[in-house]
């Protein structure tokens, strides 16, 4: 865990940014990302270096060479380039930073990052340092979410499938859910024992797959705490209201749903062995062990974009709720 006497820290110099990209994350954002820094970045705060990622994984090392080379190293990609950047510069004080070029960019909209490149990269002008968690599965870096279940065959069958965007991430979920049956898992959950038949159960450390997606709408990056969401397998003539709850940041309103934060959690019962991990899948183990690490990575945000992203729904969810009770239980 990184040592900071604050939160914050003020770098006197111009700080040096690295950005790292990846060619062919995502839907073709980043390809015009060179000219974008250079018309956005101010050059008066920013002394700026680019190199492209060549082969999976060589974001990691290309991270890895930079601590303590770069101030700031920052992913440009989806959350699974993040991932791969992330967990080298976790442990140090080289922070991270996003500019999101994936598909669903689940942590950039958790964490109030513009998802269009040009306006992400105005941001950083006038971005902070902010510590945060990270967290792990069997020893497995994670900074955003890992689930089992539905939740990883969802993740895999995106992966195979042509083309990216919601289209086909939605046909993703479809595809997925109609011949999915839930399995049987046991939980510890910081020594509490439960037993729960799950369509999927996801540990988020952040609140949101991508696309909007909030699958826990409370959960907080810097709070110590792993929220473990248990969802049960919704009938039929319920998915329509449930994914609306999801959409909208009331997932922890239905009834299909379990919320418990925790800082320990062991899982068992994940039959096939398979994670999402931070929206990669990886096969690990029938038992799954996670952990969370507090305040183990820096990040370079706004730290008025740092903030649960519901807030701004608040009245209109309130309004909606009083005038349809009924929708957000199901």
Same mark, same amino acid.
């Given at each position: 865990?990184?040592?900071? @006497?604050?939160?914050?820290?003020?770098?006197?110099?111009?700080?040096?940014?690295?950005?790292?990209? $990846?060619?062919?994350?995502?839907?073709?954002?980043?390809?015009?990302?060179?000219?974008?820094?250079?018309? !956005?970045?101010?050059?008066?705060?920013? &002394?700026? *270096?680019?190199?492209?990622? *060549?082969? +999976?994984?060589?974001?990691?090392?290309?991270?890895?060479?930079?601590?303590?080379?770069? &101030?700031?190293?920052?992913?440009?990609?989806?959350?699974?380039?993040?991932?791969?950047?992330?967990?080298?510069? +976790?442990?140090?004080?080289?922070?991270?930073?996003?500019?999101?070029?994936?598909?669903? $960019?689940?942590?950039?909209?958790?964490?109030?990052?513009?998802?269009?490149?040009?306006? +992400?990269?105005?941001?950083?002008?006038?971005?902070? #340092?902010?510590?945060? &968690?990270?967290?792990?599965? $069997?020893?497995?870096?994670? %900074?955003?979410?890992?689930?089992?279940?539905?939740?990883? /065959?969802?993740?895999?069958?995106?992966?195979?499938?042509?083309?990216?965007?919601?289209?086909?991430?939605?046909?993703?979920?479809?595809?997925?859910? #109609?011949?999915?049956?839930?399995?049987?898992?046991?939980? $510890?959950? &910081?020594?509490?024992?439960?037993?729960?038949?799950?369509? %999927?159960?996801?540990?988020?450390?952040?609140? /949101?797959?991508?696309?909007?997606?909030?699958?826990?709408?409370?959960?907080?990056?810097?709070?110590?705490?792993?929220?473990?969401?248990?969802?049960?397998?919704? *009938? %039929?003539?319920?998915?329509? #209201?449930?994914?609306?709850?999801?959409? %909208?940041?009331?997932?922890?309103?239905?009834?299909?749903?379990?919320?418990?934060?925790?800082?320990?959690?062991?899982?068992?019962?994940?039959?096939?062995?398979?994670? !999402?991990?931070?929206?990669?899948?990886?096969? =690990?183990?029938?038992?799954?062990?996670?952990?969370?690490?507090?305040? !183990?990575?820096?990040?370079?945000?706004?730290?008025? =974009?740092?903030? !649960?992203?519901?807030?701004?729904?608040?009245?209109? =969810?309130?309004?909606?709720? @009083?005038?349809?009770?009924?929708?957000? /239980?199901?």
């Amino acid at each position: 865990m990184i040592s900071f @006497a604050q939160n914050f820290y003020v770098m006197s110099a111009k700080i040096k940014i690295l950005f790292i990209i $990846n060619p062919i994350s995502g839907i073709g954002k980043q390809r015009k990302i060179e000219g974008l820094i250079e018309k !956005n970045l101010n050059k008066e705060k920013f &002394d700026y *270096q680019i190199r492209y990622t *060549q082969y +999976a994984g060589h974001a990691t090392k290309i991270a890895e060479e930079s601590i303590g080379v770069f &101030d700031v190293v920052t992913a440009v990609g989806g959350d699974g380039s993040i991932n791969e950047i992330a967990k080298k510069l +976790a442990g140090t004080e080289t922070a991270l930073a996003i500019i999101p070029c994936g598909s669903g $960019n689940g942590l950039a909209r958790a964490l109030g990052i513009p998802v269009m490149p040009n306006l +992400a990269i105005k941001y950083l002008n006038k971005a902070e #340092f902010k510590m945060i &968690d990270t967290c792990e599965v $069997n020893k497995k870096f994670f %900074l955003s979410l890992a689930g089992a279940g539905y939740d990883s /065959q969802v993740a895999r069958r995106y992966q195979y499938l042509e083309g990216r965007g919601f289209k086909t991430y939605f046909k993703a979920i479809l595809g997925s859910f #109609f011949n999915y049956k839930p399995l049987e898992y046991t939980l $510890n959950i &910081d020594g509490k024992i439960l037993v729960r038949k799950a369509l %999927l159960v996801t540990v988020c450390n952040s609140s /949101q797959y991508g696309y909007g997606f909030k699958i826990s709408p409370n959960a907080e990056l810097d709070d110590g705490l792993m929220d473990v969401v248990i969802v049960k397998k919704p *009938q %039929l003539w319920r998915v329509p #209201f449930v994914l609306l709850n999801v959409m %909208l940041g009331r997932a922890h309103k239905s009834k299909c749903f379990e919320i418990i934060q925790c800082r320990k959690i062991e899982l068992m019962g994940n039959k096939k062995g398979w994670v !999402n991990l931070d929206g990669e899948t990886l096969k =690990l183990d029938k038992s799954l062990e996670f952990e969370v690490k507090e305040r !183990n990575i820096v990040l370079f945000c706004q730290p008025s =974009l740092f903030f !649960n992203p519901n807030e701004l729904m608040k009245k209109f =969810l309130e309004k909606a709720r @009083a005038k349809s009770s009924f929708l957000f /239980q199901q």
